[in-house]
């Protein structure tokens, strides 16, 4: 594939197909995948496993400009790294979750790890995936798009995944988390989570995978100034 390296954003509340998408996607156009949320969940992996308060704006501030976060990617895995330990296996855990969700509320913690962002995807080719990508982080991307499902829909899809993870779950409370991160990301003053001006919408609740998939590769226009090809299979 050749391009002219754009940049793609994609937001929604959780497991609405964010990051299954966002990867697919990646891999199609040969693009960089950026998950902006698990930066928040490593964040809240260390600040749990050093037992810090996580209701103090000003350690999570300092913790996050003392972090060293990275990603690493290589074919269809994709790893991230703080402060040298893998912790891509770490962070989906319930308990992660919830944390993450206190500390990304925070400006300070928000301001660093949006640098970061901004960073990696200045040189383009990037897919990046998260809350706020399409409205804060990266709010003049190429393309943009939110994707959404119905509740009980993604609480799920959660649940099967820490099912598949070996994380004991029931569905029933996975919705009741699901629900009050959706209630936490909406309501934060900071950044917080809602369509994006210009996002293109999609409801994935009765979709497959692949339509999504489809669905998203449709939407982006071929211009001129954006010219890009394809790979035929």
Sequence with gaps: MT????????DGPSASGKS???????????????????MYRALAWKALK???ELNSEEEMSQLARH??????QQEDDYRIIIDGEDVSDKIR??????????????????????KIQREIGAKGGLVAEGRDVCTKVFPKAD???????????????????????????????????????????SQRTHSPLTRGKGSIYIDTTDLTIEEVLNLTLEK?????????????D
């Design 3 to 10: 391009s002219n390296r754009l940049i793609i954003a994609i």
């Design 67 to 72: 972090s060293s976060i990275r990603f690493y």
């Design 220 to 232: 982006i226009k071929f211009r001129e100034e954006d010219f890009f090809i394809l790979d035929k």
């Design 143 to 185: 393309f943009k798009f939110y994707l959404d499902a119905s509740l009980a829909e993604r609480a799920h899809r959660r649940y099967l995944e820490l099912k598949k993870s070996g994380i004991i779950a029931f569905e029933e409370k996975v919705k009741e988390d699901i629900e009050r991160r959706d209630r936490s990301d």
């Design 20 to 38: 299954t998408i966002a990867k697919l996607l990646s891999k199609k156009l040969g693009y960089t995948y950026l998950d902006t949320g698990a």
């Design 50 to 52: 050093k037992n810090m």
């Design 93 to 114: 855990h319930p308990q992660v979750s919830e944390a993450a969700s206190r500390i990304s509320s925070f400006p300070g913690v928000r301001q660093t790890l949006v």
